[in-house]
């Protein structure tokens, strides 16, 4: 797992966002924002291609995710395929017909 990395001069609290917000949003396009209330992390204020960027990451990754999944779930059914258990196509199509 990445480590965040959190640098104390993109640490500011959220009364010094809120007095100074305009400043703060533009120095956000730099870093992203670490902001404090009660000496804790309660947000963080970034910019927003940067977000975008990181919201599409997520999204590739899932997708590659589940497409491992899916081809663990089709090797494992070909592991237990058992062709004498197989239907013939003229079933099929007897079933269809009906």
Known sequence: MAMLEIDR???VSSSEVVRNFSKMLDKSKEN???IMRNNDIEGIM???EE???????IEYLENLLEDEYI??????????FDLDDAIEEEEIMEMLDK
């Open 71 to 80: 081809e663990d779930g089709i090797k494992d059914r070909k592991k237990e």
């Open 46 to 48: 970034m910019d927003i």
């Open 32 to 34: 992203p924002l670490f």
């Open 9 to 11: 001069d993109n640490m």
């Open 51 to 57: 977000y975008e960027m990181l919201l599409e990451k």
